[in-house]
């Protein structure tokens, strides 16, 4: 590639909203296509998948939010970490009657370190306020811990990578009613892949927990014409939280 061609490359990447990467040193694209190439090979193809097995830390022996944080922090099984700034482990009280997980941390969330701060995260501020729930009384996560690039949605391998900490995470939180922001969450606490349009609005249970699939609040911000839907939702939840 030309000097002209390989500015053009990397504005068009910055146009898609790419703007950070996962390796600390650059990459030759064509030279890793000729690996991979390669991976057919049965000996390498082994290597390969021996590399990308996960090695997780003793997620049984995390016995705080403390030792599960630290847990998360020092887990290097996926790539994800190292684009983002902040750890967003969560925020709240472990005993809290209402846990709320969302998909991933943004941009102002990475900046923080704190989950649901930036528009999406006032609106959500706002659908609990309307039924008189307080924000600071819940507790707030998500599945991901770490902002993907480019606010991107995460994958399915970095979920999977992921789920083993939000079990835990839920564990010591003990929520008497989680409420699953968007479809991300919800189709990876309830290992359901039906979308959120189908899901939202109804009961499921987790591990005896009583689970609500929500409209995530930016999927609202794009489809304000959705939020009747929620409020219905809203006024659900809160009628189960009277109940309890
Ligand atoms: N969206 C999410 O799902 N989580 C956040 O923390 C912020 C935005």
Not at 66 to 74: G, Q
Not at 110 to 123: V, W
Request: hydrophobic letters at 35%; charged letters at 30%; one cysteine or more.
């Amino acid at each position: 590639m030309g000097k002209d061609q390989n500015i053009s490359f990397l504005e068009w990447h910055l146009e898609s909203g790419v703007d950070a990467l996962l390796e600390e040193k650059p990459q030759n694209i064509l030279t890793n296509i000729e690996k991979n190439v390669s991976l057919h090979n049965k000996t390498a193809d082994t290597e390969a998948r021996k590399k990308t097995e996960i090695i997780y830390p003793n997620i049984d022996e995390c016995n705080s939010l403390r030792d599960l944080k630290e847990a998360i922090f020092k887990f290097d099984g996926c790539n994800i970490r190292k684009s983002a700034k902040n750890i967003v482990f969560g925020e709240g009280e472990v005993g809290s009657k209402l846990m709320l997980i969302g998909e991933a941390p943004g941009v102002e969330e990475d900046n923080s370190g704190k989950p649901f701060i930036g528009a999406a995260g006032k609106l959500l501020d706002k659908m609990l306020d309307s039924i008189n729930i307080i924000r600071s009384e819940t507790y707030i996560t998500n599945i991901i811990p770490w902002r993907p690039p480019g606010n991107r949605k995460p994958s399915l391998d970095e979920i999977e990578a992921f789920k083993p900490f939000i079990h835990k995470h839920i564990e010591l939180v003990k929520p008497l009613i989680i409420i699953l922001v968007g479809g991300t969450a919800a189709s990876t606490i309830l290992e359901n892949d039906t979308g959120i349009t189908k899901l939202r609005g109804k009961w499921y249970k987790f591990k005896n927990i009583d689970v609500m699939p929500v409209y995530h609040p930016a999927y609202l911000l794009r489809q304000p014409s959705q939020k009747k839907q929620a409020w219905e939702d809203l006024l659900n939840i809160k009628k189960k939280i009277i109940s309890l």
